[in-house]
């Protein structure tokens, strides 16, 4: 079973640039969640996505950062302007039930930095 | 949201049998508590799951009181390679949305 992709693996942007990054989740997950994971931390939800609607985007800094999930299968999310602050990785997880105990499968991530 | 807490980091020797412990002591009724692993570069993995009493998986064993307050994460014999952070999150896994805190960051040594 292919697990969850994502891409590009690294960005070096400037500041106040835009830069998108993209996940494939494992086939038939309905469940897609997109983290942000600064160095020493924990991983922070920013959203996630039942199938193609948004259940959570609370965590999201919605000035600057979108995400979309079209046809209910892969998603980007953007960063435009980006700041020095967003400089984290940037996980994608997907998961096969939408209610009760699931388990996440994880991305590699792609790892950005704002100069 | 139910937040945990766990020792920031732990020293273990091979073979050794390692415990970590997390409080959550504002945990609902319907969150379960699961366990995460995650290795430099990657993205966490998916340990062990449990909502009372003893679950075990071939690689960890889970224990919670029956207050559930607590778990404890077991990891039986370690060996270098389970030199990782381990986070443990409290949550229905559903809609409700699973916090990650800083982990214990576990250091086995030869």
């Known amino acids: 079973e292919a697990g969850v992709a994502q891409s590009p693996r690294y960005k070096i942007i400037e500041k106040r640039q835009s830069v998108a990054f993209w996940c494939n989740p494992i086939?038939?997950?309905?469940?897609l969640y997109w983290y942000q994971q600064i160095l020493g931390q924990g991983p922070k939800l920013l959203i996630q996505?039942?199938?193609?609607?948004?259940?959570?985007d609370s965590q999201l800094p919605k000035d600057r950062f979108s995400a979309e999930r079209l046809k209910g299968v892969d998603s980007t999310l953007k960063i435009q302007p980006a700041k020095l602050e967003d400089s984290a990785v940037y996980l994608c997880?997907?998961?096969?039930?939408?209610?009760?105990?699931?388990?996440?499968?994880f991305g590699p991530g792609t790892r950005l930095t704002v100069l | 949201l139910a937040k945990t807490t766990q020792p920031i980091s732990m020293d273990s020797y091979e073979g050794q049998e390692v415990n970590i412990t997390c409080s959550h002591n504002?945990?609902?009724?319907?969150?379960?508590i699961t366990w995460y692993q995650q290795f430099p570069s990657q993205g966490p993995r998916f340990i062990i799951q449990?909502?009372?009493t003893k679950v075990t998986n071939e690689v960890a064993s889970l224990f919670i009181p029956a207050d559930r307050k607590s778990s404890t994460l077991s990891l039986p014999r370690v060996s270098l390679s389970d030199t990782a952070v381990y986070y443990c999150?409290?949550?229905?896994?559903?809609?409700?949305?699973?916090?990650f805190g800083t982990g214990t960051r576990l250091l086995v040594s030869p």
């Open positions: 997880a997907s998961s096969f039930l939408a209610g009760g105990p699931t388990e996440q499968f």
């Open positions: 086939s038939g997950h309905a469940t």
């Open positions: 996505f039942q199938n193609n609607g948004v259940v959570d």
């Open positions: 504002n945990i609902a009724t319907n969150d379960y």
């Open positions: 449990g909502y009372k």
């Open positions: 999150l409290v949550g229905d896994g559903g809609f409700q949305k699973l916090v």
